[in-house]
């Protein structure tokens, strides 16, 4: 199994000196994001080439490191349309050049009408919701089929697929083999719904069976009545549990840390590779 990271939590800066962060806590690949990751990129559509994508994964690749996804994420229901259609551009572009990052997918989640809160709206829940984002997805599903490119979508409690079986409908009907999942099971949680982590997960496992190739790995504890992300091996999550499950039913999938400190990031991989290696 494979363990990468979300690689702009390092902070911004050049892609030499990302990749060598990286790889000195011992990642085998990296979840680019380039307007967050690189300085001077804006990641926009019209500033991708295959030059640019080819350096990218070359810089990463002398450091031994997979791009496991392109980030592209985007809100499909924001209320200034002009800037969804400036992001569905670049997600395209992402689409166009994905074979020459060698990147495994593009991914997004699915949004919020609360703009760029990306927080639970009671909209989000509604069948319009549902067609728009269908709507846009599908679109982009057509794209990825032309450039034989990969699209990897990921659900949230607070947005518009905001459990597993919306995120299961919505790819079930846009009905295209270039659409996978990525499973981020703190996502789905709520302080309403957390102690049931484990049967959420299941669901997932159930639901998206063959198709999940990223797990987002987080942790998380109770503060102040809400849930708070915390080290990974620190918090409530049983990792046991959740390793033991992902190597069970999806042992090729890339582990991905997201959201973690820098400071946090050596402890949590050894803790991660110990629970494989078990």
């Known amino acids: 199994m494979k363990i ?13 000196t990302l990749a060598k962060k990286a790889k000195s806590v011992g990642f085998d690949g990296v979840q680019l994001v380039l307007n967050k990751a690189i300085e001077g990129e804006t990641g926009l559509a019209g500033t991708l080439s295959k030059e640019k994508a080819n ?11 997979d791009i496991a996804m392109l ?22 572009e992402h689409l166009k050049y994905e074979n020459d990052f060698h990147a495994g997918y593009v991914g997004s989640e699915t949004g919020s009408f609360n703009d760029d809160k990306w927080t639970y709206n009671p909209l989000n829940r509604t069948e319009e ?33 905001f459990e597993p079986k919306a995120l299961k ?18 996502n789905y949680l709520s ?11 299941e669901e997932c496992l159930d639901l998206f069976k063959g198709r999940i190739v990223i797990f987002h790995l987080k942790d998380f504890i109770i503060q ?4 708070k992300q915390c ?13 033991g499950r992902i190597k069970a039913t999806n042992p090729d999938a890339f582990l991905i840390f997201e959201g973690s400190k820098p400071e946090d990031m050596e402890f949590s991989f050894n803790f991660v590779k110990s629970k494989i290696n078990a």
């Open 4 to 16: 990468g990271v979300r690689v702009h939590d390092f902070g911004k800066s050049d892609a030499e």
């Open 55 to 65: 350096y990218f994964y070359e810089t990463f690749k002398k450091e031994g490191l």
């Open 71 to 92: 980030g592209a994420y985007f809100n499909p229901v924001h209320s200034n349309k002009e800037l969804v259609s400036n992001m569905i551009a670049k997600f395209k």
């Open 129 to 161: 919701a549902f067609q728009e984002v269908k709507r846009i997805f599908g679109d982009l599903a057509k794209t990825a089929e032309v450039n034989n490119a990969k699209i990897a979508l990921e659900g949230a409690y607070g947005h518009c697929m």
């Open 169 to 186: 409908r919505l790819v079930d009907e846009i009905g295209s083999d270039s659409i996978y999942y990525t499973v981020d099971i703190y």
């Open 191 to 201: 302080i309403d719904n957390y102690e049931n982590y484990k049967e959420i997960f």
């Open 224 to 227: 102040d009545g809400a849930l």
């Open 231 to 243: 080290c990974i091996g620190k918090g409530l999550i049983d990792y046991d549990y959740l390793i």
